[in-house]
């Protein structure tokens, strides 16, 4: 079925170093997108979105990358910082019916930063 | 920001109990809250949606009779394990959504869902 996956399950990066997190949708109805982080125990954090009409997207410290043509999705963190240690998790909006939009989760990639 | 809080945080039971947990929307009106399960190092499945005023759509697999959801009101949503058992144990996550684009900030925000801070459920 379609789905949303991940490359790596794992990325360890250095304290000040750019961090990129990737994922692949399958659904090409999908037309918003959203990176989330979760810390242990918590609930998922919104960090950043962006719209199928769209290829980028800047926020402070991070870009989400968005190429349509070969479903890919990512998410770049600049200057990362220990902070950011948590799972990320990429999620497709699609219209389910009605006025309902589900998000199907892609399966996380947990991204530890060290000192 | 909207806020949407869980309560309880955590929460253990006895096998074949029933277990209510409470979804609110703190500063914002829900139309639709949103049911995650997440087992431990997995990622977040949809249980179920549920719309105001109306029946909970429950996604492939999820049992309803088993699964009981409430959205009585636009800020509360509860969700109901009928009967634990300790195959239920999950961290159950709500979500929120509420109208159109007023609550999204930047042009690429729309239908944004808010989520909570989870509830850990342990069956013994």
């Known amino acids: 079925g379609e789905s949303v996956g991940l490359h790596l399950p794992t990325l360890s990066v250095q304290e000040g170093d750019n961090s990129i997190i990737n994922c692949a949708y399958s659904n090409s109805a999908s037309d918003y997108f959203i990176w989330y982080k979760q810390e242990s125990g918590k609930g998922p954090q919104f960090i950043i979105d962006i719209r199928s009409n769209m290829d980028k997207r800047q926020g402070q410290r991070v870009t989400v990358l968005l190429n349509k043509t070969v479903k890919h999705l990512s998410l770049q963190i600049a200057a990362t910082q220990p902070g950011d240690s948590a799972v990320y998790f990429c999620?497709?909006?699609?219209?389910?019916?009605?006025?309902?939009?589900?998000?199907?989760f892609g399966k996380g990639t947990l991204l530890t930063v060290n000192p | 920001g909207a806020v949407v809080s869980q309560h309880p945080s955590w929460v253990i039971c006895k096998s074949g109990t029933s277990v209510k947990i409470e979804c609110r929307s703190l500063d914002f009106q829900a139309t639709t809250m949103f049911w995650y399960r997440q087992f431990p190092k997995q990622s977040l499945m949809l249980m179920a949606t549920s719309n105001e005023g109306s029946k909970a759509t429950y996604e492939q697999g999820v049992e309803k009779d088993k699964f009981l959801i409430n959205h009585a009101s636009l800020t509360l949503s509860t969700l109901t394990v009928t009967s634990a058992h300790p195959e239920d144990s999950s961290f159950y996550i709500c979500s929120a959504r509420g109208e159109g684009e007023t609550l999204a900030g930047g042009p690429g925000s729309y239908n944004e869902q808010f989520f909570g801070p989870g509830t850990r459920l342990t069956v013994l």
């Open positions: 999620a497709e909006n699609r219209d389910s019916g009605g006025s309902n939009y589900k998000l199907t």
